[in-house]
Nanobody, 117 residues
């Protein structure tokens, strides 16, 4: 089992920045890809960004140039630096990890990000 705990969400004004963190614990040795998803009220959960164990990353078009995903394998933590935040970025942000051997998916409980003036 893998446990994921997100932190760093909150209320920010448009144009502001936040940094989300997701710490993994438990059976972390076979974790491969980690990523961030978000779900706004009334909408489906969507991919924001993902990063492989080797550091390759991909982003949703809506966040390219504004968000940066990074990973510290020594700390078993993945980060999401979010800049130039807009009201449409308001959502619950979830961390996901994939077991590279079994392809099991693990999810955190989410952290709320609200962008509002």
């Amino acid at each position: 089992q893998v446990q994921l705990v997100e932190s760093g969400g909150g209320l920010v004004q448009p144009g502001g920045s936040l940094r989300l963190s997701c710490a993994a614990s438990g059976n972390i040795f076979s974790i491969d890809t980690m990523g961030w998803y978000r779900q706004a009220p009334g909408k489906q959960r969507e991919l924001v960004a993902a990063i492989s164990s080797g550091g390759s990353s991909n982003y949703a078009d809506s966040v390219k140039g504004r968000f940066t995903i990074s990973r510290d394998n020594a700390k078993n933590t993945v980060y999401l630096q979010m800049n130039s935040l807009a009201p449409e970025d308001t959502a619950v942000y979830y961390c996901k990890a994939v077991d590279g051997r079994t392809r099991t998916l693990y999810w955190g409980k989410g952290t709320q990000v609200t962008v509002s003036s």
